[in-house]
């Protein structure tokens, strides 16, 4: 049983170990990737709507 608790111990310690490695995004670069997702997002949104509609017009003719 003493085993168990220190195999999970081990586990957290090397968890906690990687997650001081990880490269965090700085919040300047995250807004910018935010902002260009998004516009990335509407455009093509937009873009499907109106082929969806200019198609749906066709085929209603």
């Not at 990880?22 to 709507?49: C, E, H, N, Q």
Request: charged share 25%; hydrophobic share 50%.
């Amino acid at each position: 049983m003493k085993k168990l608790f220190s195999k999970i111990g081990n586990y957290f310690l090397g968890v906690k170990k990687e997650i001081g490695r990880i490269r965090w995004t700085k919040p300047r670069d995250l807004a910018k990737y935010t902002v260009s997702t998004l516009a990335f997002m509407i455009f093509f949104g937009a873009f499907f709507t109106i082929i969806d509609l200019a198609v749906s017009y066709l085929r209603s003719m």
